[in-house]
């Protein structure tokens, strides 16, 4: 059974930014692929970044593409979001989660979740 905690979350100001962690216990952490999801209250969730098992490939939402970076440490068991150039539009709880059994590619289905972290950007 895989278990993520997310960390990193909390209130910044339009133009900043934040890092958020995941860290899994739990599972061969580095034959997954992993996602960051986002949910805005009233709002479908939605994917904002993929990695997959090695790193070596990466997919991103329009939205935030050149600012917010994926990456992953597999020796530490751990994927981050590194978010720049935040904007109002990016409040939302944000989640990591295990993808595919895949150590080359990103993409679903989705199976674990954390139970996410709070990010406000106020303008």
């Known amino acids: 059974q895989v278990q993520l905690v997310e960390s990193g979350g909390g209130l910044v100001q339009a133009g900043g930014s934040l890092r958020l962690s995941c860290a899994a216990s739990?599972?061969?952490?580095?034959?997954?692929?992993m996602g960051w999801f986002r949910q805005a209250p009233g709002k479908e969730r939605e994917l904002v970044a993929a990695?997959?098992?090695?790193?070596?490939?990466?997919d991103y939402t329009d939205s935030v593409k050149g600012r917010f970076t994926i990456s992953r440490d597999n020796a530490k068991k751990t994927v981050s979001l590194q978010m720049n150039s935040l904007k109002p539009e990016d409040t939302a709880v944000y989640y990591c989660?295990?993808?595919?059994?895949?150590?080359?590619?990103?993409?679903?289905?989705?199976?674990?979740w954390g139970q996410g972290t709070q990010v406000t950007v106020s303008s």
């Open positions: 989660a295990v993808g595919r059994r895949d150590y080359y590619y990103t993409g679903g289905p989705y199976n674990y």
């Open positions: 990695i997959s098992g090695n790193g070596g490939m990466t």
């Open positions: 739990g599972g061969t952490f580095s034959i997954y692929a």
